[in-house]
């Protein structure tokens, strides 16, 4: 369920909105759908799907013959006194087939490469989705807490101003001296100035989320916030080795990473191709004509009509290493596809690690806050009472309202941060969002 709270329309109002009818309101999931439709980094990889899928028909199309023809025409001149005739104009035809039989098998082992290569540009779509909806998921969040972060900020200034009125009703009865006054009043310019701040935050904040999504510079946005429950801030995690061996079966970045080394490894087979022979037929049909030798056309074409079929056998014998380097050189690419294939895990490691870590955390931290507020509120209540009944002085008063915003920021980042980091671990088991 979602909701329009008035910060929103303080939000709407610092990007230049004057009515809710002209922007619209982005739930999580519409900047998802949208960003996943629009995002230049998408679209690309998308494009690179297309182009791999070319490569990959170029190399089945080397197994099939190829066929060519030409045509020539030329014109000749003859300047001698003696030549039976000045001018002569010759034409030639030619139709050629070649058909390569054996090559060591490296057209058949480039169409496996090409075919792993198809499915690698459509994991690296998959890989662009994933790495758009964790910037998504992080860039909204932080919208939500600046959102609340200002909302605590303008409660904090209307507590602030309440007691700077009524602290002025005390100096005027005698009760408070004016440096007592002047401290709250101090306090309130400095809770005046965190509101300030906060709305600040929120709009870059805003302005990121939609960079992130390539919004139009005059396309206004606002964000809906949804309700986030006790029980998607607690939510039980599975344990860690299980989130990342879920992880290790699902990213596409580490299913790229194994194919690449399928890849690294046929490339030592086509490498290897390189010490055997290369065998080829080929096929022609040449025909020509000319002028001035006394025949027709249609018969000169005839008559020298020829048909031609050739079988050639090439065999390596000394290539100046190009192939012993060409095969090391594979080798080498195939220890550094493993290397990174476990540089990948790891990677992929740390980050589940400091997400588990980061939610864990959090989780217990929104508890204890929880706490805190509770009590923080209640001491802050007291004082001010007290204060008001001259039984508590001014800095102890600011001091429990300064224990109380604090106490109100840590349960607010707690309880986003946690939220953020379960999210974050959702993407990386490609489990839904659920926000």
């Known amino acids: ?20 009818d002209n922007v619209r309101i982005w739930s999580l999931q519409d900047c998802l759908d949208y960003a996943l439709e629009q995002n230049i980094q998408v679209k690309k990889s998308k494009v690179n799907r297309l182009s791999g899928f070319e490569e990959l028909e170029l190399s089945k199309a080397q197994l099939i013959p190829s066929l060519s023809a030409g045509v020539s025409q030329s014109a000749v001149n003859y300047p001698s ?33 090409n075919e792993i290569r198809q499915d690698m540009n459509d994991l690296s779509v998959g890989q662009s989705e994933n790495d758009i909806r964790t910037s998504l998921v992080q860039a909204y969040m932080q919208v939500l807490y600046a959102m609340e972060s200002v909302r605590i900020n303008e409660n904090t200034v209307e507590i602030s101003k309440t007691q700077f009125a009524r602290a002025l009703e005390l100096l005027q009865a005698g009760s408070i001296s004016r440096v007592d006054l002047a401290q709250i009043e101090s306090q309130h310019s400095t809770d005046k100035y965190r509101l300030v701040m906060s709305q600040a935050s929120l709009a870059n904040y805003l302005l990121q989320l939609k960079q992130l999504l390539e919004l139009d ?23 860690k080795q299980t989130i990342y061996q879920t992880a290790m079966d699902v990213r596409p970045e580490i299913k790229i990473s194994r194919l690449s080394m399928d890849i690294a490894g046929l490339d030592i087979k086509k490498a290897k191709a390189g010490y055997l022979p290369v ?15 006394g025949m027709t056309f249609g018969t000169q074409m005839w008559d020298r009509m020829n048909e031609s079929l050739r079988l050639s056998l090439n065999i390596p014998i000394f290539s100046n290493r190009e192939n012993k380097t060409a095969v090391n050189k594979a080798k080498l690419s195939s220890v ?37 507020v509770k009590y923080s509120e209640e001491t802050f209540n007291l004082i001010d009472e007290q204060f008001f009944l001259g039984m508590k002085n001014t800095l102890e008063l600011l001091t429990a309202k300064n224990n109380l915003l604090n106490a109100q920021q840590e349960l607010l980042q707690s309880k986003y941060m946690a939220v953020m980091n379960i999210q974050l671990l959702n993407i990386y088991q490609n489990m839904p969002i659920n926000i």
């Open 1 to 20: 369920m979602k909701r329009l709270p008035l910060i929103l329309m303080l939000v709407m109002t610092a990007f230049g909105v004057q009515s809710q």
């Open 81 to 113: 006194d003696g030549a039976m005739t000045n001018n002569s104009y010759n034409g030639s035809y030619s139709l050629s087939a070649s058909l390569r039989l054996y090559d060591g098998g490296r057209r058949t082992t480039t169409i496996k490469q």
């Open 217 to 239: 510079i005059m396309e206004d946005m606002a964000i809906s916030t949804p309700e986030l429950t006790v029980e998607m801030i607690l939510t039980p995690l599975s344990d």
């Open 279 to 293: 065998l080829s037929l080929n096929a022609d049909i040449n025909t020509g004509h000319a002028s001035g030798v």
């Open 336 to 372: 550094t596809s493993e290397l990174d294939y476990l540089n990948t895990q790891k990677q992929l490691l740390r980050t589940i690690e400091g997400l588990y870590l980061d939610a864990t955390s959090s989780q217990n931290q929104y508890l204890a806050a929880v706490e805190q």
